[in-house]
C-alpha cells in the first residue's frame, strides 16, 4: 500500500522512526546552545574584569544544561503518553459497563485487526465536546482516547471511522513522534518560562558585575542578545514544530483510515460532526493539540490554508478533508 507521498508502510514507520530520533538530538542540541552559549557569554562578560571579580572559565553550564536535555528527553520519551493521558483526564475503560462503552471497546479490537496492530488501550475523556486522539511509543504501547461527547454522538460506522483514523496513526509510528513532540513542547515551554525569570530576577547582579570590571564590549553584549533572543522565541518555535507534524499526517491518517473501515463515507460523516460542535475541547490543553482529531481549541485559522494558517494551525481545513474522503468514495464506487 502507498500513500500520497510514495511512501509505502514500512517506508512511513522508518521515516518516523528516523523523524523522531532527529527532534530529540534537535531537543538535546538545544539545551546545549543555552547551556554553552551562556558559558560563553559569562565568559565574554568577566574576561576583562578586574583580579578579584569572579572569571568564567569552566562551562558548567553548558554541561549541566546538556544532561537535562538528554534526561527530559529519555524521561518525557518513557512517560510522555501517560502525562499526555493524565492531562486530560482520561479514563481506562478497562470492564465497560454501558452501551456506548462495549461498542466502543469492540469497535477499537476490529479496527485493530484491520489495521494488524495489537489492540490498543481505550480511555474515555470525561468531556462533552466531540474529539479524540492516539499517543504511545509504538503499536506494541498505545492507548486511544475518546471524549464522552464522541462516543454520545458518532453512530457505529461514524466510529469506525474515527477510531481507523487514530489507529493509522498508530500503525505509521505517527503517535511516537507526536507524543515526543508534546512532551519535548511542554518541557521547551516550562524551560523558556524559567529562563524569563531568571533574566529578571538577575537583572541587578549582572549590572552590579558590569560596574565592577571593564566589561566584555560590543561582542558580548551582540552574543548575548542573540542568546536571549533565542530562549525567549523557543515556544513559538517548538509550538510551529508542533503544528507541522500534526497537518502533513492529518490526511495520511484520514485516508489510511478509509482504507481500512473501506467506507469513507463513515469519517467524512464524523468530521462533519465534530465540525458541528460550536464548543471547544477544555480537557485537552495546547500542548496536547496537535494530536487530536481535530483541532479541541475550535480555531477559524484551522478553517483556511496557506500563509498563517500553514504556520499557526495544528489542522488541515476540515472541509477539505471531507472534500477528498467523499472523492475517494466516489472513486471507489466508481470502480465496483
Excluded at 52 to 67: K, R, S
Excluded at 126 to 136: E, I, K, R, Y
Excluded at 260 to 285: D, F
Excluded at 287 to 316: K, M, Q, Y
Aim: hydrophobic letters at 45%.
Amino acid at each position: 500500500m502507498t500513500d500520497d507521498t510514495g511512501l509505502n508502510l514500512f517506508q512511513q514507520q522508518e521515516a518516523n522512526r528516523r523523524r523522531t530520533i532527529w527532534l530529540v538530538i534537535a531537543f538535546v542540541l538545544f539545551f546545549a546552545w543555552l547551556g554553552f552559549g551562556g558559558d560563553f557569554a559569562y565568559w565574554l562578560a568577566t574576561t576583562d574584569a578586574a583580579p578579584e571579580v569572579y572569571h568564567h572559565t569552566f562551562p558548567w553550564f553548558g554541561l549541566v544544561m546538556t544532561a537535562i536535555g538528554a534526561g527530559i528527553a529519555r524521561y518525557g520519551f518513557a512517560t510522555g503518553p501517560n502525562k499526555v493521558l493524565w492531562s486530560t483526564g482520561a479514563v481506562e475503560i478497562v470492564d465497560p459497563t454501558t452501551d456506548k462503552e462495549r461498542q466502543l471497546v469492540n469497535v477499537v479490537e476490529e479496527m485493530a485487526i484491520a489495521a494488524g496492530v495489537p489492540k490498543p488501550a481505550v480511555y474515555v475523556i470525561p468531556d462533552s465536546d466531540p474529539n479524540a486522539f492516539a499517543t504511545g511509543t509504538g503499536p506494541e504501547k498505545s492507548s486511544v482516547a475518546v471524549t464522552a461527547g464522541l462516543v454520545q454522538a458518532l453512530s457505529r460506522e461514524e466510529l469506525q471511522g474515527v477510531v481507523a483514523h487514530e489507529l493509522s496513526h498508530v500503525r505509521n509510528y505517527d503517535i511516537r513522534v507526536m507524543t515526543v513532540v508534546a512532551a519535548l513542547v511542554g518541557s521547551v515551554l516550562l524551560l523558556s518560562d524559567w529562563g524569563r525569570r531568571g533574566l529578571w530576577w538577575g537583572g541587578g547582579r549582572r549590572r552590579s558585575s558590569d560596574e565592577g570590571g571593564s566589561g566584555s564590549g560590543p561582542l558580548a553584549i551582540l552574543f548575548f542578545a542573540v542568546w536571549v533572543v533565542s530562549l525567549l522565541l523557543a515556544p513559538l518555535i517548538a509550538q510551529l514544530v508542533a503544528m507541522a507534524v500534526s497537518r502533513e499526517r492529518e490526511y495520511l491518517a484520514d485516508a489510511s483510515g478509509a482504507e481500512l473501515t473501506r467506507n469513507p463515507l463513515s469519517l467524512a460523516s464524523a468530521l462533519e460532526k465534530i465540525e458541528a460542535a460550536a464548543a471547544p475541547t477544555p480537557s485537552i490543553k495546547q500542548g496536547v493539540a496537535h494530536l487530536c482529531i481535530a483541532d479541541p481549541r475550535g480555531r477559524s485559522l484551522n478553517d483556511r490554508e496557506g500563509g498563517w494558517a500553514n504556520l499557526f494551525s495544528t489542522h488541515p481545513p476540515i472541509a477539505k478533508r471531507i472534500a477528498l474522503l467523499r472523492q475517494m468514495a466516489y472513486q471507489d464506487a466508481g470502480k465496483a
